[in-house]
């Protein structure tokens, strides 16, 4: 599909979600914060994500403290998140990472980069791919980035918007740069949104979908 065609689709899209969804108000968080809740949300529920960074928040006063933890005790915090040997060895690598970097745990200065110096900027962390670098991006700098997860790559592969075995990361090399910078944040929460409502894995709801006229998958499927 021509990159223009895929930028007025997008845009058609996110009209019609917002009509049924409304606009999300954005709303700047830490950067940081954000870049480890989108590290515990991997390969989980966004309950069980949350339930950890709850978890690993109430349990040590600062992002310091957190690099100053053992392993263990860092895995035992987060182990509602699931992969928590894993979770917990990336969070203080990128820790540590942060740590010897000029501005060392804060990462508001992100704010006042441009976004593809700002990306530059997180690309260098271990462990921290393209969605969660969109995540921080969007999220915490308020820049016009956009994350592709498990029910944005559902829902765009089912539209016909990239190639049905494009996996996740290639999903966002395709549609980041065609994504109508003013529409990234409200085209991304109501597609999460939808996929959660709607367009589920398994039994999607596709006779309820506002984006049904437009979905290859629903066609397929009636």
């Not at 392993?71 to 060895?89: D, E, H, V, W």
């Not at 498990?150 to 494009?166: S, Y």
Request: aromatic content about 4%.
């Amino acid at each position: 599909m021509a990159p223009r065609s895929v930028t007025r689709r997008l845009e058609s899209v996110a009209r019609r979600l917002a009509t049924c969804y409304g606009i999300p108000r954005r709303r700047l968080e830490d950067p940081l914060d954000v870049l480890i809740e989108t590290v515990l949300s991997q390969n989980t529920s966004d309950i069980n994500s949350g339930r950890a960074f709850r978890a690993l928040k109430a349990a040590f006063p600062s992002w310091p403290a957190v690099a100053r933890a053992r392993r263990s005790t860092l895995a035992r915090t987060i182990r509602s998140g699931g992969l928590a040997r894993l979770k917990s060895a990336r969070i203080l690598s990128i820790l540590a990472e942060l740590r010897a970097r000029p501005g060392g745990y804060d990462l508001r200065p992100l704010r006042r980069l441009g976004p593809a110096a700002a990306e530059a900027s997180l690309r260098g962390l271990p462990g921290v791919g393209p969605k969660t670098r969109a995540c921080v991006l969007l999220f915490g700098c308020g820049h016009a980035a956009f994350p592709v997860d498990t029910h944005v790559h559902r829902i765009v592969r089912r539209l016909g918007l990239v190639p049905q075995r494009t996996d996740a990361e290639a999903s966002h090399a395709l549609l980041a740069p065609r994504v109508p910078a003013a529409r990234a944040l409200d085209l991304h929460l109501n597609l999460i949104r939808l996929g959660r409502e709607l367009c589920r894995p398994r039994a999607p709801r596709c006779e309820r979908c506002p984006l049904r006229p437009a979905c290859a998958f629903a066609r397929r499927a009636a």
